[in-house]
């Protein structure tokens, strides 16, 4: 209890952020890199002091990746679950160049390996092939580059700390290359097969298809996950103190 307590107060001191975490000073793009790394693949379970939640499995109901009008194919998840975040490493942090807060900060990263995974429903025209269907899937996606920018805004509070207002995520991923299965095609296994080994054969028409609404949910995670945590920590103290 007592422990506790002085955790507390470490933990208030230090704004809230675990001890083993390096502070970083403005403009060290290198050490807010790592760091960055370092929560993600120490903390993939999250951190609540912070507001991190767990980034080794983050599940969604109903995204819709895919629509008719622009793409012939009908594509959504009624449930989705993104598994790989916590092996991602940062390869650089532009914009916290300064004392004063950036208006845009831009985050490169690598993720060898992400699974998504959940209960899909298509309908439409995929490589020329009327599809339709709904059960499980699988999505991999190998070796996957993101760049994200991010718009900020400085919010002052009562606490005299200056924090910041993300309004809006921004994110572009490339992949060396995905592997799909989507279970139940037609109702069909033989017919499912057949599909799924054709789309994989031509993954990267596929990928063109899936990129702009794989993106889009991209740019909800991330901005989710800075969210939650630009609220619980102040941009001050994410500085060394
Ligand atoms: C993350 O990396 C670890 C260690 O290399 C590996 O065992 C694990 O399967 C990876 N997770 C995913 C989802 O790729």
Sequence with gaps: ????????????VWGQLPPDIEKCQAGDAICI???????????????????LDAV??????????????????????????????????????????????????????FTPLLRLEGEYETQGILLTMPIQGRGQALVELKDCQFRCKVRVVE????DGKRYMEIPKVKCLVDVQSMHINFENLFNNKQLSDT????????????WKTLRKGINSALDQVAGTILRRVANKVSYDDFYQL
């Design 33 to 51: 890199a790592k760091t960055i790394t370092h929560i993600l693949q120490s903390y993939s379970k999250g951190i609540p002091a912070i507001g």
């Design 155 to 158: 919010e002052h509070r009562l």
């Design 195 to 206: 599909v799924n080994e054709l789309a994989n054969n031509n993954w990267l028409e596929i």
């Design 56 to 109: 080794d499995a983050i599940s969604f109901e109903n995204v819709i990746v895919s629509r008719k009008e622009s793409s012939k194919l009908d594509l959504m998840f009624h449930t989705l679950t993104v598994r790989g975040f916590e092996n991602t490493t940062v390869l650089d942090a532009k914009g916290f160049d300064g004392d004063s807060m950036p208006r845009v900060f831009e985050l490169s990263a």
């Design 1 to 12: 209890m007592r422990f506790t307590i002085f955790m507390g107060c470490l933990a208030l």
